[in-house]
Structure formats: C-alpha cells, structure tokens
C-alpha cells in the first residue's frame, strides 16, 4: 500500500494550509470574542458573525464537503485522501465546521446520501450540503447502557400514516444550535422481534415538531460548548410521517454501522491534528520557560515526552490511514476491526500529548487561556463517544479468536 499524497490533494492541502494561516488562526481571539458577545445577548448557541464569511470563502476556493465520497456531492475524495485535510482541520476543534466537515452533520449527510429517498435528500441532504442548516444524532439514552446499540428504549410506533414517538435522549451533539432543524433518530419498532438486530429504526425527526422538548444542556467535563451544546432531550408522543422513515423498519442497525465507521475514522482524524497542535504548543512552551538554571527543553524529563508525544501521533497517524485504506478497499464492513482499532489507539494516544502539553504550561494549561483545555475534552470524550473502548476492545478480541474457535 502506498499513502502518498496524490496531486489533488496536495493542491487541497496546500490551499487548506493557506487558508488556515489567513483565516483560521488569526480569527481565534474574534471567536472567544463573539461566543461571550453572543452569551451576553443570552443566544449562546446562535451561529458566531464571522462563520458565514468564512464559510463562504471556503467554497469559493473549493474546501467544502471535502469528507463525503459520493462525487455528485462533493469533491469524491477517499477516505486516505481525506485523511491529511480532516487532521488539518482538526488542528482547531471550531473550524471543520467553516468547510462543512464538522460532525455530526458530516455522518447525517452520508446517511441521506446512502439511505434517504429522492424527497429526504431534497428537503434535508441538500440544505445540508449547503451549509443552509444543521443536523443531530440522537441515539444515547440516559436510561440504558448505550454501549449496547441493542439496549435503545425510545419507541418509534406506527399509527396510520405517522410514526409516534416517545423516548428520553441526552449528549445529542449539536441540538442546541439555533441552525440545527433535524434529528436522524435510532429508536425501536419492532422491540419483539426475536433478532435483536431488526428491532431498530432509523427516523428522521424535525427538530420543531410539537413533543419535541430540549431539557438541559450537558456538560463535557463541566464544561458547556456553544454554539453546539450536547443536551438532553424528551420525545413525548412526537408525530411524524411514515415518509420520514429511513430505507425502512428494521434496518437501523445497519444504517448505524454504516454511519458510524466513517464518523469514527473522522474523529481519530481531527484527533491527530489536535495533538499536532498541542505537541507544538508543548515545544514552544518548552524551549521558552527556563526552570532549575537550564531550559525545559534540555530537562531529561520533557525530551522523554517529546519523543513519546512523536510516536503516539506517528502511531495514530499511520494507523489511521492503514484503516482508510481498508475501508477504501475492501469497505467499511470488512474493515471493522482496523476501524475498532484505531478507535481505542488514537483517543488514548493523543489524549495523553494533550495532557503533557497541559502540564508542560502548568497552571496556564489548565486555563481558559490556551485551547488545550478544549482539546483535551475533545480527546478524552471519544474513549466513549461512537462506542467506547471496552465494545471496541471486545469486538477486536472477537475477531482474533474467530480462527481459533
């Protein structure tokens, strides 16, 4: 296999590159800014002024749906030759979404590009692809041990030609947007069936329907993130058209593999190129703060992290890039024990440069004055986010054992 950068992307990765210097990093301070302007005017989760533009330049020089495959909706990149641009993006958790790449919008639209009719993707992929409005996932229950897909108690019961629904969410990324306007909900229909796997569907849920209440935002390691939010969410007899159902009852399970396995190579993607970002940020630090009479960088110590901190990206990235390879090769089902791999490996590898770069800056790294804090957030929640370790790490043992049993 080889992973060289092929001439689109290179020319992507050069303008993604460019843009991030001109745009993105100079921005920062603005977008702290307009998150506490738009908390003061009490709409913390109404999209920050200086997004539209940005969005809008984004398109103009071709960085725009850049994760989605199909190539009538986008550029039809691989899953490797996307996989240096998501890192990019990465660098900074707020940006993906000014190149319409942040999730979970970019794993709703690969569902309706796969699995909507020709009305579902006219009335929701096609805003979506326009960056025009949001979308969530609401599939994590309180109630349940949601590892287990299985366990998924919200009731989605046909009555004439609606679906009723009824069931209690929370940690529904992106809810809370004022642009977000659709759920693509996992719920059960046919909770009896006997394989446990057709007990679910796949529903798609305008966010404005009458029973459709937001409860409370939740926090990610006490900390709320506006615009996006994470919130719980009631579903209380909440009427929709049998139209709205995805390829059909039963078959929600199915769309969830196939959902989540790009989803999760995304987010080990973006994962990469936060730790990137916080092992420059370490380097900096470093060699800028004398302790003891001598530099930190020359201390024993930090240069055992440093060299720590290369190898686990260096680890994560190339692993990274052997599970898109599968996946562009042999599909996203065959190569579900590189994704469940790299699911584990990249979260926990990376979450530990971020932790180094926070002690590197001490008391800073544990402020609101550098973005670590947000990063290490970002790292630590996707040991559970998209399933947690302990599923993925039994379902890579399975896999082993397969041949022996």
């Known amino acids: 296999m080889h992973f060289e950068f092929t001439p689109r992307v290179i020319a992507l990765r050069e303008e993604l590159l460019r843009f991030m210097d001109e745009y993105v990093y100079p921005n920062e301070k603005r977008h702290e800014e307009e998150l506490a302007a738009n908390a003061r005017a009490g709409r913390p989760y109404a999209e920050l002024p200086?997004?539209?533009?940005?969005?809008?330049?984004?398109r103009e020089r071709g960085l725009w749906n850049l994760f989605l495959p199909e190539s009538e909706h986008g550029p039809g990149l691989s899953n490797v030759?996307?996989?240096?641009?998501?890192?990019?993006?990465?660098?900074?958790?707020?940006?993906?979404?000014?190149?319409?790449?942040?999730?979970?919008?970019?794993g709703n639209m690969e569902v309706l590009a796969r699995y909507g009719t020709k009305a579902q993707q006219e009335r929701w992929l096609k805003p979506l692809l326009a960056g025009e409005i949001r979308s969530s996932f609401a599939m994590t229950e309180p109630e349940v041990a949601s590892s287990d897909a299985t366990n998924i108690r919200c009731s989605i019961r046909r009555e004439g030609g609606e679906y009723v629904i009824n069931g209690r969410k929370?940690?529904?990324?992106?809810?809370?947007?004022?642009?977000?306007?659709?759920?693509?909900?996992?719920?059960?229909?046919?909770?009896?069936n006997a394989d446990r796997h057709k007990q679910q569907s796949m529903i798609l849920v305008p966010k404005n329907t009458p029973g459709v209440t937001i409860v409370r935002d939740m926090a990610l390691l006490g900390v709320y993130d506006p615009p996006f939010g994470h919130p719980e969410i009631v579903f209380e007899n909440v009427r929709v058209p049998v139209e709205n159902i995805l390829l059909g009852e039963g078959r929600g399970f199915e769309i969830a593999q196939g959902r989540l396995g790009p989803g999760r190579i995304h987010h080990c993607m973006r994962a990469i190129g936060m730790a990137e970002a916080a092992l420059e940020m370490m380097c900096q630090r470093l060699v800028s703060r004398t302790a003891f009479h001598k530099p930190l960088s020359e201390q024993g110590?930090?240069?055992?992290?440093?060299?720590?901190?290369?190898?686990?990206?260096?680890?994560?990235?190339?692993?990274?890039?052997?599970?898109?390879?599968?996946?562009?090769?042999?599909?996203?089902?065959?190569?579900?024990?590189e994704i469940a791999m790299i699911k584990v490996l990249t979260p926990n590898n990376c979450?530990?440069?971020?932790?180094?770069?926070?002690?590197?800056?001490?008391?800073?790294g544990l402020s609101q004055d550098t973005l670590l804090t947000h990063f290490y957030a970002y790292e630590r929640h996707l040991r559970v986010a998209d399933g947690p370790d302990e599923v993925h790490r039994n379902a890579i043992a399975k896999q082993e054992l397969a041949a022996y049993q």
């Open 50 to 58: 200086m997004m539209a533009g940005l969005k809008a330049k984004a």
């Open 351 to 364: 979450v530990k440069v971020v932790d180094w770069a926070m002690q590197a800056f001490g008391a800073m």
């Open 81 to 106: 030759e996307y996989a240096p641009l998501c890192e990019i993006m990465g660098r900074r958790y707020w940006s993906s979404e000014i190149f319409n790449c942040s999730a979970p919008d970019t």
């Open 301 to 337: 110590v930090w240069r055992e992290r440093i060299a720590e901190s290369r190898m686990l990206i260096e680890q994560s990235r190339w692993m990274v890039l052997n599970a898109a390879y599968r996946m562009d090769t042999v599909g996203n089902k065959v190569a579900a024990k």
């Open 170 to 192: 929370w940690y529904i990324t992106g809810a809370m947007n004022e642009r977000c306007e659709i759920f693509v909900l996992m719920g059960k229909t046919d909770p009896d």
